[in-house]
C-alpha cells in the first residue's frame, strides 16, 4: 500500500514521497472535518506520548497535545532540565529507554542530529518538532492552509522572503520542490539556502515540474505571487545576531508596498511567532536600540484580509494529528 507509513519517522520532507505528503494533507483535512462535527474516533487511544523540548514553543507543543488529546493517546510534556538527554545520558541511551516505555515521540531542538539518533535507536515513530535544519509540521500546515485558501497547491507561485537558510526556508523549499510549486527564495546573498540543499530539489522539481529559484531581488521574487511567507530573522539559538540580521534583511520587510508587487490576492503566512509590533519585549528592545517598529512584518499586513496565520496557527493541530495517526494509529 503505498500509503502506509506505519511505524515511519517524520524527521525532514526529504523522506517522504508527494504522494505521501498529499495524503497527509488528505488525512488532515479529514480529522479536521471530523473535529469540527465533534466526533473523535480514538484513534491513538491507549498510546503514550513524549514530547521532549529542548526549546520553547507555544504552537508545536500545545498543537501535539491537543491532538494526542483528542485521539485518546497522553502526552507526557519533557521541558528543558526534565531529562538527562545529553547531558547526563547520551541521546542514544534516552533513545532506547524512552522507546520501552512510549509509543512514539516528538522532539524539538538544537542539532538535527539528535532527533536523527533519536529516530534510529527509540524503536517507535520520531517526530521533529523542530531543529536548528528543518521544520516539517509546519510545512504540512501551511500547505493545508494554502490549500483551504487557493484551492491546490500545484503551480502556486510561492515567495518566501528573509532568512534564506533557516530551518523554514529549508523545509518550504522541500516541500514545495515536492509539490510542483513555483517557488522563490527570496533573500540577500549572504543568507541564501545552501547550494547542495538546492541542487538536491531540483532533482524534487523536475519530477514534479516544479520551479525553483533563489534570488536577491524583491522585485523580481514576489512579481505576481499568490503567496508570501516570511519567518523570524533570528531563529531561535541566534539571538546574538539581532545587528547583523536587521541590517541584512530590512530592505526584505514584508510591508504594503511589498504586497503590492504580488498578486491582487496574495495571501501572507508566516509560522508564528512574529515581531509585527511593539508588543513584546524583544519588539521593545529592537525598536530602542534600532528605532524598527517591526521587524519581518508590518503590522498593517499582519492584520490585513491577507493574512492567513492563525488558520495556518490552528492547522498545526490537524497536521500533526495527521502525522500521529498515519505514524501510530489505528486508520
Ligand atoms: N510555528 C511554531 O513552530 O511555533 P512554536 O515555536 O510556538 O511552536
Ligand atoms: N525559524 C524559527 C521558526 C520558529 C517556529 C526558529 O527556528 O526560531
Redesign the pocket.
Known amino acids: 500500500m503505498p500509503f502506509n507509513i506505519k511505524g515511519r519517522n517524520f524527521l525532514t520532507l526529504h523522506d517522504f514521497s508527494p504522494k505521501e505528503i498529499e495524503y497527509l494533507l488528505e488525512l488532515s483535512a479529514d480529522l479536521k472535518k471530523l473535529k469540527y462535527a465533534g466526533v473523535k474516533p480514538g484513534r491513538l487511544a491507549g498510546k503514550n506520548i513524549a514530547l521532549i523540548f529542548e526549546k520553547p514553543s507555544t504552537r508545536t507543543r500545545c498543537a501535539f497535545v491537543v491532538a494526542a488529546v483528542d485521539e485518546g493517546a497522553h502526552p507526557e510534556y519533557l521541558g528543558k532540565g526534565d531529562i538527562q538527554l545529553g547531558k547526563k545520558e547520551s541521546v542514544k541511551d534516552t533513545a532506547r529507554v524512552l522507546g520501552r516505555m512510549f509509543d512514539g515521540i516528538q522532539f524539538r531542538g538544537f542539532k538535527h542530529e539528535t532527533v536523527e539518533t533519536l529516530g534510529q535507536y527509540a524503536g517507535v515513530p520520531v517526530w521533529n518538532g523542530?531543529t536548528?535544519k528543518y521544520?516539517p509540521t509546519?510545512i504540512l500546515a501551511d500547505f493545508l492552509t494554502i490549500q483551504e485558501h487557493k484551492g491546490h497547491l500545484k503551480d502556486i507561485k510561492f515567495a518566501y522572503v528573509g532568512?534564506g537558510r533557516?530551518?523554514?526556508a529549508n523545509s518550504l523549499l522541500i516541500g514545495a520542490a515536492k509539490l510542483g510549486m513555483d517557488f522563490r527564495i527570496v533573500s540577500p546573498k549572504e543568507l541564501f539556502p545552501e547550494k547542495s540543499l538546492v541542487d538536491s530539489v531540483q532533482a524534487y522539481a523536475d519530477v514534479s515540474n516544479a520551479k525553483v529559484s533563489v534570488t536577491d531581488s524583491v522585485d523580481a521574487g514576489v512579481k505576481g505571487v499568490d503567496v508570501i511567507y516570511t519567518?523570524?530573522w533570528v531563529?531561535?539559538?541566534e539571538e546574538e545576531m539581532f545587528e547583523q540580521r536587521i541590517n541584512q534583511l530590512k530592505a526584505y520587510q514584508v510591508n504594503m508596498e511589498m504586497l503590492k508587487k504580488a498578486d491582487k490576492d496574495v495571501l501572507f503566512l508566516h509560522?508564528?511567532?512574529a515581531f509585527h509590533n511593539l508588543e513584546t519585549t524583544v519588539g521593545e528592545e529592537v525598536y530602542a536600540k534600532y528605532g524598527l517598529d517591526a521587524m519581518e512584518v508590518t503590522e498593517e499586513v499582519f492584520e490585513s484580509k491577507h493574512s492567513v496565520v492563525f488558520d495556518e496557527a490552528e492547522n498545526r493541530v490537524h497536521t500533526i494529528k495527521a502525522v500521529m495517526v498515519a505514524t501510530l494509529g489505528d486508520q
Do not use: I, R
Open positions: 523542530l536548528d521544520h509546519q532568512d533557516n530551518n523554514m519567518d523570524v531563529s531561535m539559538g509560522c508564528l511567532p
